[in-house]
Structure formats: C-alpha cells, structure tokens
C-alpha cells in the first residue's frame, strides 16, 4: 500500500523559509513523478512542482521559479519542496503527489502559513 507522509508545514514569516518533506513507501517509485501541489480554501488544487524520480527532472509553476526547489533522496524514498522567499500568497494546504501509469497517489497535506 503507498503511503505518502508530508512533513515540515508550519508558521513563517514572510521572506522566510521551510522544507516540506514527503516520505513515500509501499513500493518502488521509479516509474513514478513525484510532485507538490497546494490548496487554500474554496479554491482548487494548484500545481507547484513535480521531478521524475528516476531523472530527477524538474519542473515548477512559473509562480513558484527561483523560489521554490524540489529534490529527491533515493536512499531515503524521500522528496523534498525547499520554499525561500515566502509570502502571504504562498499559504495553504501543501500535497505530496505520486503519479504513474500504475496510480496516482496523495498525501494528507501540511499546512503553511506565511504571516506578513
């Protein structure tokens, strides 16, 4: 069973910095792009970034360029969203995501809030 584990939200100040991480286990993820996405209330799930674990090719939202860095640790079956910069806009519920031909896989989000 895939399980993805998010970790490091909390409170930051705007112009300041956190790393999400996300911990992916239940089987190899190879195959698999792993990405971050986020949500605020009454609006939809919004794109952030995404790498392709076995690449590690990324790509980001032209929103997120120069401020936000997605990587992988293949030892650790972990993905990380280094975010710099942040602002009041940046706050919201923020998902890892593993999708693949065999599947499409959420974790249960952690919150950001960036005060301004």
């Known amino acids: 069973q895939v399980q993805l584990v998010e970790s490091g939200g909390g409170l930051v100040q705007a112009g300041g910095s956190l790393r999400l991480s996300c911990a992916a286990s239940g089987r190899t993820f190879s195959r698999y792009t792993m990405g971050w996405f986020r949500q605020t209330p009454g609006k939809e799930r919004e794109f952030v970034a995404a790498?392709?674990?076995?690449?590690?090719?990324?790509n980001y939202a032209d929103s997120m360029k120069g401020r936000f860095t997605i990587s992988r640790d293949n030892a650790k079956n972990t993905v990380y969203l280094q975010m710099s910069s942040l602002k009041p806009e940046d706050t919201a519920v923020y998902y890892c995501?593993?999708?693949?031909?065999?599947?499409?896989?959420w974790g249960q989000g952690t919150q950001v809030t960036v005060s301004s």
């Open positions: 790498i392709t674990w076995s690449t590690g090719t990324t």
């Open positions: 995501n593993a999708r693949s031909s065999l599947g499409n896989y």
